[in-house]
């Protein structure tokens, strides 16, 4: 079946470190990949999605590029701040299928 | 324009008692999905209402219901509360009648049995 794996957390770094958190998929066809991130007791806000091969989303500082041939998708950034602290949700979305399946999120901590 | 809404923001019931949760999507958003949030099981997918109609349907029991009304606005039904059944619930609503439209979290609801 469809699945979304993510590395394990918690994450935690410094201040201005450079971040790479893994995602890899399992799925058939061509889903939309996503990242969310979820702020302590909010939901979830998406922070970039990639629909096609090679794509790479972007926002805030945030990157992740699409790829096919190792079924991943995994989110960087260049020099991470305290308010970057939340919880990081890979994700994919069939477009014949409206139910998005997520990977079990990854806690980032930054330290000052 | 105003985000998803979710109401009551947090929930405290007894097993075996039964719960309603509403969800008022965005403006001009027809499609409406559920997901619970556990820190066991992660989010998981309940379902999915558009124009009325259930689209889409997750893995739950039959004691997880769910409706739609024609201003779009969404509520979902727990019967027969279990301890398990504790989480947050997460509505999300999308626009375009294609499934893939992207999805637009509210706050969730806290539900807590005991």
């Known amino acids: 079946g469809n699945s979304v794996t993510q590395m394990e957390g918690p994450v935690t770094l410094s201040e201005e470190a450079f971040l790479t958190i893994n995602c890899t998929y399992t799925?058939?066809?061509?889903?939309?990949l996503f990242w969310y991130v979820q702020y302590p007791g909010e939901g979830l806000q998406l922070l970039l999605k990639?629909?096609?091969?090679?794509d790479k989303g972007s926002n805030k500082g945030f990157e992740a590029t699409y790829r096919k041939e190792t079924t991943s998708f995994h989110l960087e950034k260049g020099s991470v701040q305290v308010s970057d602290s939340a919880v990081y949700f890979c994700?994919?979305?069939?477009?014949?299928?409206?139910?998005?399946?997520f990977g079990s999120g990854t806690r980032l901590s930054i330290r000052p | 324009k105003a985000g998803v809404t979710q109401t009551p923001r947090y929930l405290i019931k007894t097993r075996g008692q039964q719960v309603t949760l509403s969800c008022s999507p965005i403006?001009?958003?027809?499609?409406v999905s559920w997901y619970q949030q556990t820190p066991g099981q992660g989010l998981q997918f309940l379902f999915e209402?558009?124009?009325?109609?259930?689209?889409n349907k997750g893995n739950f029991p039959g004691r997880f219901s769910g409706r739609q009304f024609s201003n779009s606005r969404s509520e979902m039904n727990v019967s027969t509360l279990e301890l398990g059944d504790s989480a947050l619930y997460l509505c999300?609503?999308?626009?375009?009648?294609?499934?893939?439209?992207?999805?637009?979290f509210g706050p969730g609801t806290r539900l807590t049995v005991l």
């Open positions: 994700a994919l979305l069939y477009s014949s299928a409206s139910k998005i399946i």
């Open positions: 403006s001009g958003h027809r499609s």
């Open positions: 990639a629909t096609k091969a090679d």
């Open positions: 209402y558009f124009s009325e109609t259930q689209r």
């Open positions: 799925a058939t066809g061509y889903p939309s």
């Open positions: 999300a609503s999308s626009a375009g009648t294609s499934g893939s439209s992207e999805q637009f």
